[in-house]
Structure formats: structure tokens, C-alpha cells
């Protein structure tokens, strides 16, 4: 018997967005090794659960590290709307994260004002174009933390 796509978070729907599509069909399929985004930028898998749709769904991301967690940018390119997947996160804190071999459920949240300063520069300094986006928009883009629950 199989698993209806979305119903379940280890079978989620995985981003539409053809490239990004495959660099998840790739990231699952290789455990991380590949696809390599840029050298030196990191990605990984975060699965979330649709606030309207029930459905789990799943995006590759570029992260950082900071003291056992992992750390991402809701910054959808500098446009002026968050992402989907932020919106679902802030709804449902439980979120499923693939980062190379290691799966794991976390809990997310929004970075607080006194905590954003010294993640955003740790994101910026993996991936500088975030600063760029962070012009071309008027919100303000958040940092997301992702605490691993466990393994």
C-alpha cells in the first residue's frame, strides 16, 4: 500500500519549481553529496506542513551552522512577500530536515531582533547575494532557527 504524496512528512510533495525539484531529487537520491548549489554553499531539506492544506511539502534551502543548529533565510529573492514556506512554519513549529544523510524533526522559529544580527552576517558571509535580496524588498526578511528535536 502506498502513501498518498503530502500525507505523510517522510513522503512529502517536494517544490514545483523545476530546479529546485531536481536539486531535491538529487540531494535524496546521492544523501547531500550532490547537487552543489555553489561551492562553499551549503543546502539542505526542510520539510513543512501547509497551514491551509495539511499537506507536508518540501524546499532545498542554503543554511549555516550556529551552536547545533541550523540556521536558513526566508528571503524568496528579495520579493516583497515571504515565502510559502515561512508562512507554513509560523503556523505549524514542526518541521522535518534532511541536512546530507542526517534526518531529523526540528522545531522552527523566527530569529528574535537581539538574535537576527550575528545569524544574518553568518548567512551573508555563506551566501553575500542575501544582502542584495534584503534591498530589494521592504519587509524585512527573517532568519529562521531550526533546533533539531532528534535523530
Known amino acids: 500500500m502506498s502513501i498518498e504524496p503530502g500525507t505523510d512528512p517522510l513522503n512529502p510533495i517536494d517544490n514545483d519549481t523545476a530546479w529546485v ?30 497551514r491551509q492544506s495539511g499537506a507536508w511539502r518540501r524546499t532545498a534551502l542554503i543554511y549555516g551552522e550556529d551552536e547545533g543548529r541550523f540556521v ?22 514542526e518541521v522535518y530536515v ?4 542526517r534526518r531529523f524533526r526540528a522545531t522552527a522559529r523566527t530569529a528574535s531582533q537581539e538574535e ?12 553575500p547575494e542575501y544582502a542584495d535580496y534584503q534591498t530589494k ?7 529562521v532557527i531550526l533546533d533539531p528535536l532528534d535523530d
Open 116 to 127: 537576527k544580527p550575528d545569524l544574518w552576517a553568518k548567512l551573508v558571509a555563506i551566501y
Open 72 to 93: 536558513v533565510v526566508a528571503s524568496r529573492g528579495g520579493a516583497p512577500r515571504h515565502p510559502v514556506w515561512y508562512l507554513n512554519l509560523r503556523e505549524n513549529s
Open 98 to 101: 534532511q541536512v546530507g544523510a
Open 21 to 50: 525539484a531536481t536539486q531535491i531529487a538529487e540531494y535524496v537520491a546521492t544523501d547531500g553529496a550532490s547537487p552543489q548549489f555553489r561551492p562553499g554553499v551549503p543546502l539542505l531539506l526542510l520539510t513543512v506542513k501547509g
Open 137 to 143: 524588498t521592504d519587509r524585512e526578511i527573517p532568519v
